[in-house]
């Protein structure tokens, strides 16, 4: 495992930064920590990447306690709202980042012009940090997170300044990592990237872990129907609505959330026993942002 972790915790004084939180991230993998704002996603990557000693718990980070020196020169991070020195210029940040690696000098100069390359800043890396727009910005953060080459990335909202096209190309750069065998954790509220990259997640809110698992699994754990029926009466609605308080209907059009497959034919016996006429049954899985919002509204546990 590149990550593990057992219980752990963090507080601020009375105030809980995360609780118990327990995971484990394989090698080669996309990791989604997602959650609203002040949920304890940025408490919890400071604490793995030596940032914030835990009050409590326990955490490998590569196989060995999390502020190891040697693990760190093999971790990438990224923070949310980071700054750099806008007199210097980009090359000039790179530099800096090279020796806080303590790359030798032949390796940093190579490196630096492949991570450049990566993120589509050469030909900028002698503009000031300064005159960078966001995107840049962003782009030359990724830039430096990407210098040592590392085993392990953490990305805590990675592409929140980037246009579409700077989105596509970082995750790109995130599949690229995992095809390779690197591992990368990621912190964004853009769900939709969340869903497309990501293998397994994990979603907070306030401080505890309320799902964790595979993407399928967690997708898989709000099922939506659709259904075309004409000629509906008030009670079988109610019927319906008995089976999903929320149920949607409107102009022939029915979506409501099921539990599983096996609920499908009981729904369809009920409108057409109840003298409906069905055209259309067909089940989805909720994407990743409807189950996001129904979990951190409903707070379920799992």
Avoid at 113 to 124: D, R, S
Avoid at 153 to 176: N, Q, W, Y
Avoid at 283 to 294: A, C, M, R
């Amino acid at each position: 495992m590149v990550i593990e972790t057992e219980n752990l915790t963090k507080n601020y004084g009375d105030k809980i930064g995360c609780k118990d939180i327990t995971v484990s991230v394989d090698q080669g993998e996309i990791f989604g920590f997602l959650g609203p704002n002040g949920a304890g996603k940025s408490t919890f990557i400071k604490m793995l990447v030596g940032l914030l000693f835990p009050t409590s718990g326990k955490a490998l980070v590569l196989g060995k306690p999390v502020g190891d020196i040697d693990v760190r020169k093999k971790i990438g991070y990224l923070p949310e709202n980071f700054k750099y020195q806008y007199w210097m210029t980009g090359k000039d940040l790179l530099s800096f980042h090279a020796s806080l690696y303590k790359l030798d000098k032949k390796n940093a100069e190579l490196r630096m012009e492949e991570v450049l390359e990566l993120v589509k800043l050469k030909g900028h890396e002698k503009y000031r940090v300064g005159t960078y727009s966001k995107g840049m910005q962003q782009r030359i953060g990724l830039a430096c997170a990407l210098l040592p080459d590392p085993d392990l990335l953490f990305l805590d909202e990675p592409t929140s300044a980037l246009d579409p096209v700077g989105r596509k190309e970082v995750r790109e750069i995130m599949t690229s990592l995992k095809s390779s065998g690197k591992t990368v954790l990621l912190n964004s509220h853009l769900l939709s990237e969340v869903e497309t990259v990501c293998d397994s997640a994990a979603i907070i809110k306030k401080g505890s872990i309320i799902k964790y698992g595979k993407m399928d699994n967690i997708l898989q754990s709000k099922l939506i129907l659709e259904i075309h029926a004409e000629d509906l009466n008030r009670e079988v609605l109610n019927i319906l609505r008995d089976l999903d308080s929320g149920l949607n209907y409107s102009n022939n059009r029915i979506q409501m959330e099921i539990k599983d497959n096996t609920a499908i034919p009981h729904i369809a016996s009920i409108i057409i026993n109840g003298g409906g006429k069905l055209f259309e049954l067909s089940p989805k899985k909720g994407s990743l942002e409807d189950v996001f919002i129904s979990l951190i509204e409903g707070g379920e546990k799992k």
